[in-house]
């Protein structure tokens, strides 16, 4: 009874409740914009496709088997920088473009000046390389005397003439200094990485990221790209080719598969275990560094980073999906389309998600609005149910007491293909609103059941309603005023049960007359219809 009464306010305080809950999420996103979207692993995960590896990037990797073939040569790592400045050396002289050299060698090899040596010539030679640089904890500032000017002199970036001073780890080669990028990423609240830094910006700090002065190195612009972007990880169509650094090492000059680093843009780094880094990501729970590095490389470099839609027009479109929901809940014309619409739109909201995460580079995630339309959807539905159970005086659902006093019986029978369900529902809501929720009740499922008959059956409707004796001629006068009024098989009985729903005496009496007008409503369609028996 009172979803009856308060059917409609439910549903609005439902609608008005997550509309709140998006307008707190919008701002809780402005408030941290770099907070994880609980769906976007999800999506990215799940997704059909993924932007294929671009061929031109090759990891040259100081894996395991790098550390168990040359352990006989040059020992347990770390190996003399020489090692690793003749990998180098050798990658340029097969043609690559550039080379983004992820290893930090920030202090003297005291065992090993010679191979120190070499690095810094090889270094110096070697103009296509880019270096890291680790931008420590800005508390540490206070306690650096680098000033950020004389860094930038050094680094040979856009000099800014300030005195704050500035913590970072610098590689000890003088000739590595003006082709470093700083190598810190961004990993979220949780710990994973989503994002990558194209300019590393903080309140004392601007350089570029080491990914971003690799791809300047090898020549390419930076196309206006955006400070920070979303990483868009090729987890659906192969990896990037790698090359262990024993077999580069292990190839002659001239050897055909260095044609492999003719042209690429080379990830030189270490990924073996207990040696290299490793994080976790939007699309797996430990990741090297080394893919990282060229995943984002290939984002910078062709443009395929992740574009998601902005915290406003998220909020217009969940705003959108609630109050379309309600307005078809509570409208008279469109409530029969709520379910059709809901599954229409929720069927689009996924697909439209799922193919642009899948072969796009803008991830529209929906996933928002589809929550917010289930949850309102799941609110309308309850109501609905209850207010069926209701209005079929449904045995539980309708404990109220009964009308007091005389009175005749009205039974208002009709078939479906003639009575549409918003002609049903105008007068319904009459016959409530004139004789209160407790005198009106409908049949509209009276057979049910696998049968032959129950396709012309259940065409069958009836509303049975407890009219006083002093209302029944305005009431009948009413009924006359509607306009389907025709359609309508109105009779009037009285009962020697007492008018209760719930009560078998009563359902007993007054089934009869609810079968006997069905018979003759169907009989008397049939004979109005070609081709079927009267």
Same mark, same amino acid.
């Given at each position: 009874?009172?979803?009856?009464?308060?059917?409609?306010?439910?549903?609005?305080?439902?609608?008005?409740?997550?509309?709140?809950?998006?307008?707190?999420?919008?701002?809780?996103?402005?408030?941290?914009?770099?907070?994880?979207?609980?769906?976007?692993?999800?999506?990215?995960?799940?997704?059909?496709? #993924?932007?294929?590896?671009?061929?031109?990037?090759?990891?040259?990797?100081?894996?395991?088997?790098?550390?168990?073939?040359?352990?006989?040569?040059?020992?347990?790592?770390?190996?003399?920088?020489?090692?690793?400045?003749?990998?180098?050396?050798?990658?340029?002289?097969?043609? #690559?473009?550039?080379?983004?050299?992820?290893?930090?060698?920030?202090?003297?090899?005291?065992?090993?000046?010679?191979?120190?040596?070499?690095?810094?010539?090889?270094?110096?030679?070697?103009?296509?390389?880019?270096?890291?640089?680790?931008?420590? @904890?800005?508390?540490?500032?206070?306690?650096?005397?680098? =000033?950020?000017?004389?860094?930038?002199?050094?680094?040979?970036?856009?000099?800014? @003439?300030?005195?704050?001073? /500035?913590?970072?780890?610098?590689?000890?080669?003088?000739?590595?200094?003006?082709?470093?990028?700083?190598?810190?990423?961004?990993?979220?609240?949780?710990?994973?990485?989503?994002?990558?830094?194209?300019?590393?910006?903080?309140?004392?700090?601007?350089?570029?990221?080491?990914?971003?002065?690799?791809?300047?190195?090898?020549?390419?612009?930076?196309?206006?790209?955006?400070?920070?972007? =979303?990483?868009?990880?090729?987890?659906?169509?192969?990896?990037?080719?790698?090359?262990?650094?024993?077999?580069?090492?292990?190839?002659?000059?001239?050897?055909?598969?260095?044609?492999?680093?003719?042209?690429?843009?080379?990830?030189?780094?270490?990924?073996?275990?207990?040696?290299?880094?490793?994080?976790?990501?939007?699309?797996?729970?430990?990741?090297?560094?080394?893919?990282?590095?060229?995943?984002?490389?290939?984002?910078?470099?062709?443009? =395929?980073?992740?574009?998601?839609?902005?915290?406003?027009?998220?909020?217009?479109?969940?705003?959108?999906?609630?109050?379309?929901?309600?307005?078809?809940?509570?409208?008279?014309?469109?409530?029969?389309?709520?379910?059709?619409?809901?599954?229409?739109?929720?069927?689009?909201?996924?697909?439209?998600?799922?193919?642009?995460?899948?072969?796009?580079?803008?991830?529209?995630?929906?996933?928002?609005?589809?929550?917010?339309?289930?949850?309102?959807?799941?609110?309308?539905?309850?109501?609905?149910?209850?207010?069926?159970?209701?209005?079929?005086?449904?045995?539980?659902?309708?404990?109220?007491?009964?009308?007091?006093?005389?009175?005749?019986?009205?039974?208002?029978?009709?078939?479906?293909?003639? /009575?549409?369900?918003?002609?049903?529902?105008?007068?319904?809501?009459?016959?409530?609103?004139?004789?209160?929720?407790?005198?009106?009740?409908?049949?509209?499922?009276?057979?049910?059941?696998?049968?032959?008959?129950?396709?012309?059956?259940?065409?069958?409707?009836?509303?049975?309603?407890?009219?006083?004796?002093?209302?029944?001629?305005?009431?009948?006068?009413?009924?006359?005023?509607?306009?389907?009024?025709?359609?309508?098989?109105?009779?009037?009985? =009285?009962?020697?049960?007492?008018?209760?729903?719930?009560?078998?005496?009563?359902?007993?009496?007054?089934?009869?007359?609810?079968?006997?007008?069905?018979?003759?409503?169907?009989?008397?369609?049939?004979?109005? #219809?070609?081709?079927?028996?009267?």
């Amino acid at each position: 009874m009172l979803s009856r009464q308060f059917g409609l306010r439910a549903i609005l305080l439902v609608g008005i409740f997550y509309s709140g809950y998006s307008v707190y999420l919008y701002v809780n996103h402005k408030i941290a914009p770099d907070a994880p979207s609980a769906s976007h692993d999800a999506i990215l995960k799940s997704r059909w496709s #993924s932007p294929k590896p671009d061929e031109r990037i090759v990891i040259v990797d100081v894996d395991e088997r790098s550390l168990a073939m040359l352990a006989p040569e040059y020992g347990r790592w770390p190996w003399p920088r020489s090692v690793l400045a003749e990998g180098m050396q050798k990658i340029a002289d097969a043609g #690559s473009k550039a080379i983004l050299f992820n290893v930090l060698l920030s202090d003297p090899d005291k065992y090993n000046p010679d191979a120190d040596a070499v690095m810094e010539v090889v270094s110096a030679m070697v103009q296509g390389a880019a270096f890291p640089l680790i931008r420590l @904890n800005p508390d540490n500032d206070t306690k650096s005397k680098l =000033t950020v000017g004389e860094l930038l002199a050094r680094t040979k970036d856009n000099v800014v @003439n300030s005195e704050k001073t /500035v913590a970072v780890i610098l590689p000890m080669f003088e000739a590595m200094l003006d082709r470093v990028g700083v190598a810190n990423q961004s990993p979220d609240r949780d710990g994973a990485i989503r994002r990558y830094p194209v300019f590393w910006k903080d309140n004392v700090l601007v350089m570029p990221s080491i990914a971003t002065r690799t791809v300047a190195i090898a020549g390419f612009p930076d196309n206006d790209l955006p400070e920070k972007i =979303t990483l868009n990880w090729r987890n659906k169509r192969g990896a990037y080719q790698r090359i262990s650094f024993s077999d580069l090492l292990a190839l002659s000059e001239g050897d055909p598969k260095l044609n492999r680093l003719k042209g690429s843009i080379v990830v030189l780094g270490v990924s073996a275990p207990g040696l290299g880094q490793t994080k976790g990501t939007a699309v797996k729970s430990v990741e090297d560094d080394n893919e990282i590095l060229a995943t984002a490389l290939d984002d910078i470099l062709n443009q =395929t980073y992740l574009r998601t839609l902005p915290a406003w027009l998220v909020l217009i479109v969940e705003f959108v999906s609630i109050w379309a929901l309600v307005w078809l809940a509570c409208g008279n014309t469109l409530s029969p389309f709520l379910t059709r619409a809901f599954i229409g739109v929720q069927s689009g909201a996924a697909s439209i998600t799922m193919l642009s995460a899948s072969y796009t580079n803008y991830l529209v995630d929906l996933t928002g609005c589809m929550g917010f339309g289930f949850g309102v959807y799941a609110a309308i539905k309850m109501v609905q149910s209850l207010d069926n159970g209701w209005s079929r005086a449904k045995p539980g659902l309708r404990r109220a007491a009964s009308p007091q006093g005389r009175g005749t019986i009205l039974v208002l029978g009709y078939l479906d293909s003639d /009575v549409v369900r918003v002609q049903a529902q105008e007068l319904q809501k009459l016959l409530e609103k004139r004789l209160g929720l407790e005198a009106v009740f409908r049949v509209d499922d009276l057979f049910a059941g696998d049968n032959p008959i129950r396709p012309i059956c259940q065409d069958f409707s009836c509303q049975i309603c407890f009219v006083p004796e002093d209302r029944l001629l305005a009431i009948l006068s009413e009924l006359r005023d509607l306009s389907f009024y025709e359609k309508l098989d109105l009779r009037e009985t =009285t009962l020697a049960s007492e008018w209760h729903p719930e009560n078998e005496d009563f359902r007993a009496e007054l089934t009869p007359y609810l079968l006997r007008q069905c018979a003759d409503l169907l009989e008397a369609g049939a004979a109005l #219809s070609p081709g079927l028996p009267a």
